[in-house]
């Protein structure tokens, strides 16, 4: 007897504790209208079809070729974004006349939101993959350029002076002591970087695609197709999830030397 | 068995009327002024140090020991001034200052050109007692032990000149004495001059050859040691410690209130 209610309290501790539980309820909630005709279909699919059509679309390979063309943009916008990013918090970081030269510019392009460019992009470099790749690129410098710049400037100076007294040369110093200490503040700009791109990814989609996950939720849109919206926007969430999982890792492996993460 | 005891007041004091210290000088200071804007931290200081010789600075907060370290060890400009130190230098700070992202034996051979530096690091760090944590984290290791891998990380470069800037004043005191054992014992078997700064009496008595005050950026005394360490040492440490202690300002029997106040550095 006392063996089962310890058996219902912990089972309640476990439900009543549980994080998930919340969602599912919800996700229930919401099957159940559609099945009783509450929520019309227009208006949001049930999860049953949503899965349902993720499950088609995986199979035809549609979403995979959607996917693909979407994470292109955003690999080459980030690979140029974050490679400018970093250039210029170097030569912003490590010099007095590079701060003075660059700093100035890079807290100007701050102030203008980047989406607001977007027509000033469309009547550059037209409605092709440049202006996509480019709305993507130039999100992306500043969050690593804030977050690497200021990790130069605020690296240990009494380590910096160790290695001085060391005899180690400037550039030694620059390679030993200012990059790595400079490094978990460059991942934290990275990660906000992805986010960021993203985010940017969405909107420029939205300029004349003919693939790409904008491309099908426009498609949707004009046959409202609520399911196939509602599977990219599960997408996009699980872009988010796997930008975030991948600095993650990079940071476990780079940063081993934290006392958080150095076993005991 | 007697200590030689020279005291110098600074009108007195001459490189010529010191004690000559033994072999051959390798630091040489004469008429060593630095400001810092309108302070005069260090005015006029003449400084000699012998090859493999042993100079504790003694002194309290502010009196400029730390600037003359860091002048010695070059971290600080000297501004055309008549200053001679040896190229091969290495300091000792109280914090160990190892970098964080580098394994213990990667802070050893820091800056070590060529392809045996691990071996050297590993060599370095077996002389300290520490063979066994070249592959450590440095944010793992106790503050001993990081000081030890400082001191390995010291030592390993060979120096003529090896400064210490009160390197044990974060230890407790049995963790202090081993490392002045081990200080002692790398001394003698590497004989760099040693220049440490330290405001600790009794640690100058047990370590130095020489003992130096300073006061207001002056040298106000200094005395030579001669007694050998250890238990001799111990018997004319008392009478010692009284005229350092003294010539520091402090009254240490009648007003024991001024050894604390030295230690947090005012003023009596």
Known sequence: MSGLTQLTKSLGRTVGGARWLSPLVLLAVLEAGSRAGLIPERTLAAPSKVLATLWSMIVSGELADNLWVSSLRIIAGLVIGVSVGVVLALVAGLSRQGEVAVDPIMQIKRTIPTLALTPLFIVWFGIGETPKIALIAFASIFPVYLNLYSGIRGVDLRLLEGARSLGLSRAAQVWHVILPGALPSLLVGLRYSLSISVLVLVVAEQINASAGLGYLINNARDFMRTDIILVCLMIYAGLGLAADGLVRAIERRALVWRPELVPA | ?268
């Open chain 2, 1 to 268: 068995m007697d200590a030689r005891l020279n005291e110098f007041t600074v009108p007195q004091f001459t490189a010529v009327a010191a004690p000559p210290p033994p072999g051959e000088a390798v630091v040489s200071l004469r008429d060593f002024t630095r400001r810092f804007g309108e302070n005069t931290i260090i005015s006029g200081l003449d400084l000699e140090i012998g090859a493999g010789e042993f100079v504790v600075l003694l002194g309290r907060s502010g009196s400029g020991k730390t600037t003359l370290l860091r002048t010695l060890a070059g971290l600080d400009p000297v501004e055309g001034q008549d200053v001679t130190v040896p190229s091969s230098r290495a300091v000792v700070f109280q914090d160990a200052r190892l970098l964080p992202w580098k394994k213990v034996w990667r802070n050893v051979a820091l800056g070590l050109k060529g392809a045996d530096s691990r071996d050297a690091a590993q060599d370095a760090l077996q002389e300290v007692g520490l063979g066994h944590r070249l592959e450590a984290w440095p944010l793992t290791l106790s503050g001993g032990e990081a000081q030890r891998v400082a001191l390995a990380r010291a030592l390993v470069r060979e120096p003529q000149l090896l400064l210490l800037d009160e390197p044990f004043a974060a230890l407790d005191a049995l963790t202090r004495l081993r490392m002045h054992e081990l200080v002692l014992s790398l001394w003698r078997r590497h004989r760099p001059a040693v220049m440490m700064v330290t405001h600790d009496v009794d640690e100058a008595i047990a370590l130095a050859d020489r003992v130096i005050l300073l006061d207001g950026g002056r040298i106000v005394a200094q005395e030579r040691i001669t007694a050998a360490r250890g238990a001799e040492r111990a018997g004319i440490a008392a009478p010692l410690r009284q005229r350092l202690l003294s010539a520091l300002g402090g009254v240490v029997e009648e007003r024991p209130a001024d050894v604390v106040a030295l230690h947090a550095g005012a003023r009596p």
